[in-house]
């Protein structure tokens, strides 16, 4: 998803990932704004958000489209904006709902 509504944005350029395993990716929309994918199914404790410095990185007035977020919620905002997507009981479909 997040490589579908990243370009929506500005255009960008892609960059190197910045953590390991590349589970950080970082997009480049202008000048003064960047667009990160985390992909967080690998962590497994706390104390690897941590390591990999991600409670810094969400600090930054960037976008972030973050896949498995649950595991890293102790450090986002309030302010987040949950995308929930679900396969359908067919299989063939998908839903997509948000939360404030």
Known sequence: M????IPVLNGFE????VAPLKSV???VI???KK????DCFRIEHKNEVLQLG?????????YFFIEWAEKIAFILPKDVIWVYIRITENSTTREISFEL
Do not use: F, M, R, S
């Open 54 to 62: 991600l409670d810094e990185l969400i600090e930054e007035p960037n």
């Open 2 to 5: 997040a490589l579908v509504l």
């Open 35 to 38: 667009a990160y994918h985390i």
């Open 30 to 32: 202008n000048e003064t």
């Open 14 to 17: 892609t960059t190197e990932a």
């Open 25 to 27: 990716n970082e997009y």
